[in-house]
């Protein structure tokens, strides 16, 4: 008889190998363990599976950790949160805002991993649960250059929309294909100059 799923996790990273072996590790501790490649992917798999807590990684590209990290702390802030990453490119500054658990690559054992997950997930929720209602989050990818990307909360879909489209005390109302949501974006919503380098989420 096949065993109870007690816990549901994800683990978003966009090198196979560590997502793969993080994922083997908590299926065999009887986890159900859902897999993102970046932070895009992973808001889709996140309205899917609603998992306990998050594993994450932090250079992704597209939408990188600490982008991920704060959506997922305005739209999912019962999740428990746990960022993983290389020695030198974990900001604890920004991860310790957004994440319940920091580890450096190389620099923790999986016992600790293991304890650290359990007890998170044991913990679920480990906040009151977001508002409902339409909302957009907007940031600068550093794929791409002078392009805002958009998450619509209502689909969980990401989507682009150009930078430059918007000028100064402009207003522009954003669709989001996926859904038809809408919600407005103005040159003065948008995320800091902070944002283009490192993250800048902002709600909308």
Known sequence: MPLYSRYRLAVV?????PRKILA??????????????????????????????????I????????????????????MGVVAISGTFDLDRSHADVT????????????????RCVAGLAKRYPLRSP????????VWISQDY???????????????????????TADVHIVQ??????????SADELPSEAARTGSGAKEN
Not at 13 to 17: F, L, W
Not at 41 to 46: C, D, P, R, T
Not at 176 to 185: D, G, H, I, L, M
Request: aromatic share 12%; net charge positive.
């Open 176 to 185: 989001c294909p996926s859904c038809f949501a809408k919600s407005t974006v």
């Open 99 to 114: 994440a319940d658990a920091c580890f450096s690559k190389g620099s923790y054992t999986v016992p600790d991993l293991l």
């Open 24 to 57: 083997f590790l908590f299926k065999g501790q009887n986890y159900e363990v859902a897999e993102a490649e970046n932070g895009i992917q992973a808001l889709a798999v996140l309205g899917k599976s609603r998992p306990h807590v998050l594993i994450s990684d």
């Open 13 to 17: 990273d966009d090198d196979p190998t």
């Open 145 to 167: 250059g002078p392009v805002l990307w958009i998450a619509c909360r209502t689909c969980l879909q990401c989507f682009p929309f150009r930078y430059a489209a918007i000028r």
């Open 59 to 78: 250079q992704m590209p597209q939408m990188n950790g600490y982008e991920l990290l704060r959506i997922v702390r305005k739209w999912f802030p019962e």
């Open 130 to 137: 977001a508002r409902q209602g339409k909302m957009f989050l």
